[in-house]
């Protein structure tokens, strides 16, 4: 049997549709899962960013706080002191003055002061991953504990570390 053109053409058509159809429907699968992964992975951080962490959890390791100290001596105890204990014109970074200033602000405040306005005379001489190992030296020299992971250069992270004088009960 012969078939006209118009009907092979017409096979021809609806079945290159449908392949198109079938191509057009795994590429939205594939990005519709695309997306939902992202997503998750979005929430999953979020998430994980916003449970609020204190400085007794360990928010900086000891490397970090032992290169704070040089960067310290360097660029900070002129005026706030060999020992953190300030003078006339600095204030002390270590012991009940410090914490009763800084209890319950965040990492970040204490972060955000430090990198904005020290030292006075250059805050721009200082780089935020210095700074960020300063805030490291001083959590150590008021007795906050090390830990693991590397506190962040990120504000918006240490603004999720509260400042504790005393530890809070588990």
């Known amino acids: 049997m012969i078939r006209s053109s118009l009907e092979l053409r017409t096979r021809h058509t609806v079945g290159r549709l449908r392949r198109i159809a079938r191509k057009r429907a795994v590429r939205t699968r594939a990005l519709t899962i695309l997306v939902l992964v992202a997503l998750s992975e979005c929430w ?12 007794w959890d360990g928010v900086y390791t000891f490397e970090q706080a032992t290169k704070g100290q040089m960067d310290y001596s360097r660029q900070c105890a002129r005026c706030h ?11 002390p970074l270590a012991d009940a003055s410090f914490l009763s200033n800084w209890d319950g602000l965040t990492v970040g405040d204490l972060f955000e002061r430090i990198r904005t306005s020290m030292p006075y005379n250059n805050p721009e001489g200082v ?8 805030v490291a030296y001083i959590l150590t020299s008021n007795g906050f504990p090390a830990g693991d992971t590397e506190l962040s250069s990120r504000t918006e992270l240490l603004k999720l570390i509260r400042i504790d004088a005393a530890q809070p009960k588990k």
């Open 44 to 55: 999953a951080a979020v998430h994980a960013q916003q449970r609020a962490r204190s400085v």
């Open 81 to 91: 002191g060999d020992m953190l204990e300030g003078d006339d014109e600095a204030p």
């Open 127 to 134: 780089n935020r991953e210095a700074k960020v190992r300063i």
